[in-house]
């Protein structure tokens, strides 16, 4: 019997910028652990005229992972954060009760041709700390614990497995691992693992039970104890996931929560300008017509 209970391929996604490969959430998947929310960024090119300006914009009830794999982003919110993220390194913004923040390309990148790619990753709060005081983390790449297995490099991004744990300030039990091999390898991992995992293919393939699996999809695994595969030649995955949370999760634009009143307040306020604002920027986002994903289960 296979181990792959779901295969999640990637649906072009219009972030009012530019078009992004949507992962999570999936009508047949809303969560798998506490991550809700993955989006693959590019990859985009874009001259010397054209620029990532996602003005400010709200997010309530999760953290945001941002990790590139080339281009930079430059961020700033309303605890005061200024932080140009490059590849290797992670931005971890936890926004609880409500926090503002921006995208936009760096200043030293504007008049230039340049390259976006990356992964643009959500992952919900416990219930119990739905409302906790926001917060940022930034990582530098040596920060990250990445390590090397019979030739296989290995990266744990976020949370804990194999013994080791990211210094990302994560909230709930996950893990979020880069795998990486230049020859083709089985590898048997479930034990590392606890709760739901799902396995991004970036570039390259994977086996599993006969069958090959391409670039741009998600297998989840009904165990993820039972996570065999063989990673081949000059692959590059992800494995994530961890400990689902009890309670169901709505989501409605950038808010993620367990009630349907946390997600009206929040709509309210914004609407409102009652959310704290980014001194100096005045493009701000507005909340959009209609709900895309409330009242959707997990």
């Known amino acids: 019997m ?29 969560m798998v652990g506490p991550f809700i929310f993955i989006d693959h ?7 010397d005229h054209e620029n990532i300006d996602i003005g400010p914009h709200p997010h309530i009830g999760l953290s945001t992972l941002t990790y590139l794999f080339d281009g930079a982003i430059f961020h700033k919110d309303t605890l005061g954060t200024e932080v140009e993220i490059t590849p290797g390194q992670v931005n971890w913004m936890t926004a609880g009760k409500g926090i503002v923040h921006s995208e936009r390309t760096p200043e030293h990148l504007r008049h ?50 194999f013994g080791r744990k990211s210094p990302v300030p994560v909230y709930s039990d996950l893990f979020f691992l880069e795998i990486k091999s230049p020859t083709t390898q089985t590898l048997k991992i479930g034990d590392e693992l606890v709760g739901e ?9 994977i086996e599993s039970e006969g069958h090959t699996y391409e670039p741009k999809r998600i297998l989840v695994a009904k165990n993820s104890q039972l996570c065999e595969f063989t990673i081949n030649a000059n692959s590059t995955i992800y494995v994530f996931g961890g400990e ?41 986002v507005p909340l959009p017509p209609d709900p895309p994903y409330l009242k959707q289960k997990p």
């Open 2 to 30: 296979s181990n792959i209970s779901i295969i999640i391929e990637e649906r072009p996604a219009d972030i009012g910028h530019f078009l992004v490969g949507r992962l999570l959430p999936f009508r047949e998947k809303r």
């Open 41 to 47: 960024m590019g990859p985009a090119h874009l001259s």
């Open 112 to 161: 230039s041709d340049k390259s976006l790619h990356g992964l643009q990753i959500w992952v919900a709060l416990p219930k119990e700390l739905e409302e906790m005081p926001p917060s940022f983390f930034h990582a530098n790449a040596d920060e990250i614990p990445a390590w090397e297995t019979d030739g296989v490099s290995y990266k744990l991004i976020a949370g804990e497995a």
């Open 197 to 205: 995992a799902g396995l991004y293919i970036l570039e390259g393939s």
């Open 244 to 284: 689902p949370f009890a309670e169901l999760r709505h989501i409605y634009w950038n808010f993620v929560a367990t009630s349907l009143e946390l997600i009206e307040h929040a709509k309210l306020k914004w609407q409102m300008g009652e959310f704290p604002a980014i001194e100096g920027e005045t493009d701000v």
